[in-house]
């Protein structure tokens, strides 16, 4: 099914053939590559701030005298806020114009940003990160929206490859430039650096971004089903957050999980019923699309999964500073640069399926390379593993989203864009927690033999569970005042024991990422691309 789209700021009138280059009006307002460098602008800031503020946090809790606790939640708060919003922002986006919802979304996530700046307690920075999380959810989607309104179906992947490399840069540069703005300013710049790249993002959108309007475009609210899909995000976001903390056996993970089935299940049986659903299930007919949404949940979980520990593995085995463990992370943050865009020229040429399986198979397949690191492996055996994950997710980060947008029809492009955002997130908490879990397990299992065969002094259970924790995280839990060789005897306990949980963390990365490889070959090129550019020039 295809769908024309009305430009609301020009009259209606009969729709002409969509040419293959859509003719920009008024000269910048509505052109395709500046449109995509306006979008970049404002997702770059969302895309940072998810990685960058991780190198602030320490400073912060010393500044503001917060508990471990409370500072988790300035991650939590915002994780929590974005996964839940996503795919209503993405409707709101369809209902009233991705133009206008993407420029809401730049002006309160620089406005909140500024405010945590300026804020003096924990609780205040916790509260202004939510609204840069909702904010941050109504930027995203309507970027996408944006970008399939307005470049025609035969260049769309390659403004997506673009897309998905300032997001991806973003993300690996954020540890970089965090450590440096930290280090060389403080914690406060952060954020407040955002408040100029919003600036710039919003005159470029009131300048640049036209707006497209589908004919058939909801008109309506289907407040029961936002109230149900929030909530089922909600309980599942909210037990992968505290799974590590209350255990995968504990009864209050598993009740939030039950919950959150139990709303999903509602939510499905309520779309059926109401008139303009908040998301067709109709769209799930459509096996490309659904394979996208999965292959992105997959992706995410061996991606960011696996990344999760091997920052662990940089600063704390290898002891770099967080600015030198983000350059050592330069060949993953290069490779995704370099092949983003190659990515969407060769999906362009072949379609998605053969760029995707490709992509997932070099992804585990580094995944597998990093489950042999050791304490001492050098930085370029490191590279080489970093350099082919870099290079195999950007054709997937390309792709699965061309083919998530591209599949959906026209009016529903903003809850399509929600939907990858929100599949990325998912899968990335899912990652995560799960491999989390395998992490802590693989330890808890290891370290109390190994601490017995190295000949070290005995522990008591409550100490054997601290040094676990420690551990887990590539600590050596050695105690002020030890000798100097019983403290290297310790860290090398320690250290081997964080390898291993390390290797079979990344080992249960690379399987999810071959089971990815199966999916991405269920993929295809969007059927409804071409409802996007040119047609809403009228």
């Known amino acids: 099914m295809t769908s024309q789209t009305i430009d609301s700021t020009g009259p209606g009138d009969n729709a002409p053939e969509a040419p293959s280059e859509p003719t920009a009006a008024g000269g910048l307002r509505g052109h395709p590559w500046f449109t995509l460098i306006t979008v970049a602008v404002g997702v770059m800031m969302v895309a940072l701030d998810g990685t960058i503020v991780a190198i602030a946090n320490p400073a912060i809790q010393k500044d503001l005298g917060a508990t471990f606790a409370q500072v988790q939640w300035i991650t939590n708060g915002y994780f929590l806020a974005l996964a839940v919003s996503l795919i209503t922002a993405g409707k709101l986006g369809d209902r009233f114009g991705h133009r206008q919802t993407f420029l809401i979304g730049v002006v309160g996530f620089a406005g909140a940003s500024g405010a945590i700046g300026l804020s003096s307690s924990i609780a205040a920075v916790v509260t202004f990160r939510v609204f840069q999380g909702l904010f941050g959810a109504l930027l995203m989607p309507a970027a996408l929206g944006l970008l399939r309104a307005t470049f025609p179906a035969e260049k769309l992947n390659m403004a997506i490859g673009l897309w998905g490399m300032v997001i991806g840069a973003s993300t690996a540069g954020g540890p970089i430039l965090g450590g440096v703005l930290v280090e060389h300013v403080n914690w406060q710049s952060v954020f407040f650096i955002n408040v100029p790249v919003g600036l710039l993002a919003l005159v470029l959108g009131l300048l640049i971004l036209k707006d497209h309007r589908a004919e058939n475009a909801p008109r309506s609210f289907d407040i029961a089903g936002i109230v149900l899909l929030s909530g089922a995000m909600f309980c599942l976001v909210w037990a992968l957050i505290k799974a590590p903390a209350w255990g995968w056996g504990d009864g209050k993970t598993w009740a939030f999980i039950g919950a959150s089935v139990l709303l999903f299940a509602a939510f499905s049986v309520w779309e059926t019923k109401v008139k303009e ?229 990344s080992l249960v990365a690379a399987g999810v990422a071959a089971v990815a490889v199966l999916v991405a070959l269920l993929t295809k090129r969007g059927e409804n691309a071409e409802a996007g550019a040119g047609v809403g020039h009228i």
């Open 277 to 505: 659903p908040l998301i067709p299930l109709g769209l799930f007919r459509s096996v490309p699309l659904s394979a996208g949404v999965v292959l992105m949940v997959l992706m995410a979980i061996a991606f960011m999964g696996g990344l999760f520990f091997v920052t662990f593995y940089l600063q704390n085995v290898h002891g770099m500073s967080p600015i030198d463990a983000g350059l050592h992370l330069l060949p993953l943050t290069g490779m995704m640069i370099v092949g983003s865009p190659l990515a969407g020229a060769m999906i362009t040429k072949l379609g998605p399926r053969i760029p995707l399986a490709g992509g997932m198979a070099a992804t585990a397949i580094a995944m597998y390379g990093m489950s042999t690191l050791e304490t001492d492996t050098g930085s370029a055996v490191m590279s080489l593993w970093f350099g082919l994950l870099g290079l195999g997710l950007a054709p997937v980060m390309v792709g699965a989203t061309e083919v998530i947008v591209g599949n959906a029809p026209m009016e529903l492009s903003g809850v399509a864009g929600g939907l990858q955002q929100a599949a990325m997130q998912i899968g990335g908490s899912l990652g995560t927690a799960v491999l989390g879990a395998v992490m802590a397990s693989k330890v808890d299992s290891d370290l109390p033999g190994n601490w017995a065969d190295a000949g070290l002094p005995k522990l008591t259970p409550a100490q054997l569970g601290q040094a676990s924790e420690a551990v887990q995280v590539g600590v050596a839990p050695v105690a002020k005042g030890t000798p100097q060789p019983l403290a290297e005897k310790i860290t090398g306990v320690a250290h081997d024991t964080f390898i291993s949980g390390m290797s079979l963390a």
